[in-house]
């Protein structure tokens, strides 16, 4: 079986690339050939995904994330499908691509007002690298 999220390449001599997965994907996982002759399984092998630090895809809570409670008007929801809000945010997820991923969103149809504010705060990283960048994926709607 190979990893639902990951994307993979099987060479002319039956070598298996995987070359991206996602954090879910880590786990035991075993190759099983079948042809009209015979059947043959291969041993177990382990699928480490290392994780950058401050990359979070809210399929295990909100990492180390935080919904700040003090100093903001509402909170952040995490959320798996359609929003609670009829017609607005998406129906399903990035990383996954389904209803089961998770994401987080704001509400903002009412009681919302202009100008009221909801903070995720990540956590503190010491960036070494001058090429480090900060990449999200949003969706608007509604």
Request: glycine share 8%.
């Amino acid at each position: 079986l190979l990893p639902s999220g990951g994307h993979y390449t099987i060479t002319h001599d039956y070598k298996l690339i995987i070359t991206y997965v996602e954090p879910h994907d880590a786990a035991w996982y075993k190759c099983k050939a079948d042809n009209p002759q015979s059947t043959a399984t291969s041993k177990g092998a382990k699928l480490t995904v290392n994780i950058p630090r401050g990359s979070c895809d809210f399929e295990d809570g909100l990492c180390n994330f935080r919904d700040v409670q003090r100093d903001d008007d509402f909170n952040w929801i995490r959320q798996q499908g359609s929003t609670l809000s009829i017609h607005t945010g998406p129906s399903t997820d990035h990383t996954l691509g389904t209803e089961k991923g998770h994401y987080v969103y704001i509400e903002s149809s009412s009681p919302r007002v202009k100008g009221e504010k909801a903070i995720l705060q990540s956590p503190w990283m010491k960036i070494q690298d001058p090429n480090c960048n900060i990449t999200f994926y949003y969706h608007m709607r509604g």
